[in-house]
């Protein structure tokens, strides 16, 4: 990677949800990395992992029941602790673009998504007239694969495949220079999804930075430069796409075992279910499902920066990225 400035650059990120009667969810704990311009970084993991937590929290979108603690610069604003007024003026949709993993919350329900495209057109572009907006909003939809025949509609009037392209649509203009999708293939067909993804890769290689939720391993392996694995709310390994994709393979057991389940690789699901996130053990939160598991286990592996395990894979060498 390039050694320039990341647009994005989390130290240390935890979310706690404070719930009636004192107890804590820890949905997001200790969340260290960065993404550079011209960068794809993809955060996979299970139902519930706290990757959507984690995006809310950097768009200050989190609910009141929500405590964040550690670090997430925007390049010099501090995302945690910054004003509404700033997230909801400069941040949110000018300098972040969201895809959120709800599209059909996400958009206006008595506006048609024409009228919303060229709403949000003339307030990050400054294009004016009738004709231009027209034709401004007509682009953006086709950049997102939305069907010009369908822009007179209203949400309810759409799949959730095409809130989603709408939502896309949405969240492309104005090219903010970091994009954070969070599952933007939901419900739509391996054709759209590699169409979508390519898209988003577009923005990337434009010099602009993508943090891409996803549990569509193939899409990640299309789009991803890196790749983070989320584990019961912490970051457990954090490795180049062509490594853990490529012939090393990934180093955390856990991430082994998704890419296992894949029906191409060996259609193996991970044995046992992720802990309560209101209820994890001391050590490693992956023990109890983990065949590597030992003594050394009880305590919480410290992430290096590329993984928190005790008992991780060899990291990538020559060799065995030949292997
Ligand atoms: N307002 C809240 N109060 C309490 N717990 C919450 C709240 N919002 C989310 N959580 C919990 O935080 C955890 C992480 O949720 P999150 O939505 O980030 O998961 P996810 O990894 O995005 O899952 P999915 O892949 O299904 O979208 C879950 O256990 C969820 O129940
Ligand atoms: S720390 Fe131990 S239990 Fe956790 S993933 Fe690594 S080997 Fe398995
Ligand atoms: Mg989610």
């Known amino acids: 990677?390039?050694?320039?400035?990341?647009?994005?650059?989390?130290?240390?990120?935890?979310?706690?949800?404070?719930?009636?009667g004192g107890r804590?969810?820890?949905?997001?704990?200790?969340?260290?990395?960065?993404?550079?311009?011209?960068?794809?970084?993809?955060?996979?993991?299970?139902s519930g992992c706290g990757k959507s937590v984690l995006a809310s929290a950097l768009l200050g979108l989190l609910p009141a029941n929500a405590q964040t603690a550690g670090h997430a610069h925007l390049?010099?604003?501090?995302?945690?602790?910054?004003?509404?007024?700033?997230?909801?003026?400069?941040?949110?949709?000018?300098?972040?673009?969201?895809?959120?993993?709800?599209p059909a919350a996400h958009l206006t329900p008595v506006r048609t998504i024409r009228s919303q495209l060229a709403e949000t057109v003339a307030r990050l572009t400054g294009v004016r007239g009738r004709t231009a907006l027209r034709a401004a909003a007509e682009q953006a939809a086709?950049?997102?694969e939305f069907p010009p025949g369908h822009l007179d509609r209203y949400p309810h009037e759409l799949s959730g495949g095409l809130a989603q392209r709408a939502a896309t649509a949405l969240a492309l203009i104005g090219d903010a220079p970091l994009l954070l999708a969070d599952e933007p293939t939901t419900g739509l067909d391996r054709d759209l999804v590699d169409r979508t993804v390519d898209e988003l890769r577009r923005h990337v290689d434009a010099d602009r930075a993508l943090l891409m939720i996803t549990h569509d391993l193939a899409a990640a392996e299309r789009v991803a430069d890196r790749v983070a694995v989320m584990y019961a709310g912490r970051i457990v390994e954090l490795a180049a796409a062509s490594d853990f994709f490529g012939a090393s393979g990934p180093r955390h057991p856990y991430s082994q075992g998704l890419l296992q389940a894949l029906p191409d690789r060996s259609f193996t699901p991970i044995p046992g279910m992720p802990p309560e996130l209101g209820d994890l053990p001391?050590?490693?939160?992956?023990?109890?499902?983990?065949?590597?598991?030992?003594?050394?286990?009880?305590a919480l592996p410290p992430f290096t920066g590329s993984i928190a395990c005790h008992h991780p894979a060899p990291a990538p060498t020559p060799e065995n990225i030949r292997a």
């Open 142 to 144: 086709e950049r997102a």
């Open 282 to 298: 001391e050590g490693c939160a992956f023990a109890a499902r983990c065949d590597r598991a030992t003594d050394a286990c009880t």
């Open 75 to 102: 390049g010099d604003l501090e995302l945690l602790t910054a004003d509404e007024r700033v997230l909801a003026r400069t941040v949110r949709g000018r300098r972040i673009g969201l895809i959120p993993q709800s």
């Open 24 to 46: 804590r969810i820890a949905a997001v704990t200790d969340a260290h990395f960065d993404v550079a311009p011209g960068e794809c970084l993809v955060l996979i993991g299970e």
């Open 1 to 20: 990677m390039t050694e320039r400035a990341p647009v994005l650059s989390v130290r240390g990120l935890s979310v706690r949800f404070l719930l009636p």
